[in-house]
């Protein structure tokens, strides 16, 4: 059975930032997704890896971190990464006290910016995020937060991103944790071209569920 993703609002805060929150029935997990900009909340590439991780029993929160003034005001620029750091920070405290994603183990995927600002978060939420998916991240933005994400991390480049894929590859030796380039062939992520959406589903389909499920097992150990 398909999960409906239900709209929603947080306050994070003091802000008011729009949300579609998806909660599958006995889910192993929850995945917070980190949009920066533009209008929409999420792009094809996240409502596609949302889907699959929906039928993964994996919970799925997409969230712009933009408020929808913020969206007019820095369109064409962006936030600073530290404020939106401390945004996705929130989320995943208010995400750890909501009824239906309390206790699940949590995962972060970010896009360009927002992907910088996971990072931060993860470092500084090591016990509630097991798992980052960077695409076309990032990270060099993250600064020293990114020797601090201990979590698994995948950081996802298409082979035509120039300089951000070489970003990516250079930045893999800073993390502390167990960090891997995921290379998608003759593709780019940013212009998420259909081959590259495909790709990076299937990787992120693969990624989530096994690590978060690993998470779930050592709590229910102890």
Same mark, same amino acid.
Request: aromatic share 4%; with cysteine; charged share 20%.
């Given at each position: 059975?398909?999960?409906?993703? $239900?709209?929603?609002?947080?306050?994070?805060?003091?802000?008011?930032?729009?949300?579609?929150?998806?909660?599958? +029935?006995?889910?192993?997990?929850?995945?917070?997704?980190?949009?920066?900009?533009?209008?929409?909340?999420?792009?094809?590439?996240?409502?596609?890896?949302?889907?699959?991780?929906?039928?993964?029993?994996?919970?799925?929160?997409?969230?712009?971190?933009?408020?929808?003034?913020?969206?007019?005001?820095?369109?064409?620029? +962006?936030?600073?990464?530290?404020?939106?750091?401390?945004?996705?920070?929130?989320?995943?405290?208010?995400?750890?006290?909501?009824?239906?994603?309390?206790?699940?183990?949590?995962?972060?995927?970010?896009?360009?910016?927002?992907?910088?600002?996971?990072?931060?978060?993860?470092?500084?939420?090591?016990?509630?995020?097991?798992?980052?998916?960077?695409?076309?991240?990032?990270?060099?933005?993250?600064?020293?937060?990114?020797?601090?994400?201990?979590?698994?991390?995948?950081?996802?480049?298409?082979?035509?991103?120039?300089?951000?894929?070489?970003?990516?590859?250079?930045?893999?030796?800073?993390?502390?944790?167990?960090?891997?380039?995921? $290379?998608?062939?003759?593709?780019?992520?940013?212009?998420?071209?259909?081959?590259?959406?495909?790709?990076?589903?299937?990787?992120?389909?693969?990624?989530?569920?096994?690590?978060?499920?690993?998470?779930?097992?050592?709590?229910?150990?102890?």
């Amino acid at each position: 059975m398909q999960t409906v993703p $239900r709209q929603t609002e947080f306050d994070v805060i003091g802000l008011e930032l729009e949300g579609a929150v998806a909660v599958p +029935e006995r889910a192993s997990g929850v995945v917070l997704f980190a949009h920066a900009g533009g209008a929409d909340r999420h792009n094809a590439t996240d409502v596609q890896i949302a889907t699959e991780l929906n039928q993964k029993r994996i919970a799925t929160v997409l969230v712009n971190l933009l408020t929808r003034r913020e969206q007019e005001i820095y369109a064409g620029s +962006e936030l600073a990464i530290t404020a939106l750091g401390a945004r996705l920070i929130a989320l995943i405290d208010n995400l750890a006290v909501r009824e239906a994603t309390a206790g699940l183990p949590g995962g972060l995927c970010g896009t360009g910016t927002g992907a910088a600002g996971a990072f931060i978060a993860a470092a500084a939420r090591p016990a509630r995020v097991h798992a980052v998916l960077s695409r076309a991240g990032r990270p060099e933005l993250a600064g020293e937060f990114i020797r601090l994400v201990r979590c698994p991390t995948l950081l996802v480049v298409g082979e035509t991103d120039g300089a951000v894929r070489e970003v990516n590859e250079r930045a893999q030796a800073e993390f502390p944790g167990t960090a891997r380039v995921a $290379r998608v062939p003759g593709a780019s992520v940013m212009c998420e071209e259909p081959r590259a959406v495909e790709l990076v589903t299937e990787l992120a389909r693969e990624w989530f569920p096994l690590r978060l499920g690993h998470a779930a097992a050592a709590a229910a150990s102890r």
